[in-house]
């Protein structure tokens, strides 16, 4: 499907876009509709995908049974199931947690485009490198906060009060 540019527009990422810049992201990319549940690293590992509208989920397999969620990606988020852009560790699955849109960059088309040093291609490079710092930060705090609670676990069991 052709991907609107008013779903771009709405994005705080795009908002310093032009139209004609707009138009440029937009002819690259694919419109893709993720229904839920889907499971989306069973896709193509040479794209990305950055959400337009709904959630999608990163869910990582426990040692003990069970799995945790380890990522939520929102409207504007850049997301890979692959290596090509933060690709997803091989123990943790990318599920659609609601009817996602999304828009789909093949990894070829966005080597080339960057590769010829066209100016939207270096801005809309910008943006997908923003994504991932915001998304590595998440992830920091998501992990500080697991060692918390490893911690405390590891202090109750010190202490018998945990068994």
């Known amino acids: 499907?052709?991907?609107p540019l008013a779903r771009l527009r709405v994005l705080a990422s795009f908002q310093g876009f032009s139209d004609e810049e707009l138009r440029e992201?937009?002819?690259?990319?694919?419109?893709?509709?993720l229904d839920k549940d889907a499971v989306v690293d069973e896709a193509d590992p040479t794209r990305l995908w950055l959400v337009l509208e709904g959630h999608l989920v990163a869910e990582r397999e426990m040692s003990e049974g069970g799995r945790i969620e380890v990522g939520r990606y929102g409207p504007g988020a850049v997301v890979s199931s692959g290596e090509l852009v933060g690709g997803m560790p091989a123990d943790v699955r990318l599920l659609v947690s609601e009817r996602c849109l999304a828009?789909?960059?093949d990894e070829d088309v966005l080597e080339e485009w960057?590769?010829?040093?066209?100016?939207?291609?270096?801005r809309f490079f910008q943006l997908l490198v923003c994504s991932l710092v915001r998304q590595l930060r998440q992830t920091n705090a998501c992990l500080a906060e697991l060692v918390c609670m490893s911690e405390l676990r590891d202090m109750a069991r010190s202490r018998g009060l945990l068994h």
């Open 114 to 122: 960057v590769g010829r040093g066209d100016p939207v291609a270096v």
């Open 25 to 33: 992201v937009a002819r690259r990319m694919r419109g893709v509709v």
């Open 103 to 105: 828009a789909e960059l």
């Open 1 to 3: 499907m052709s991907l």
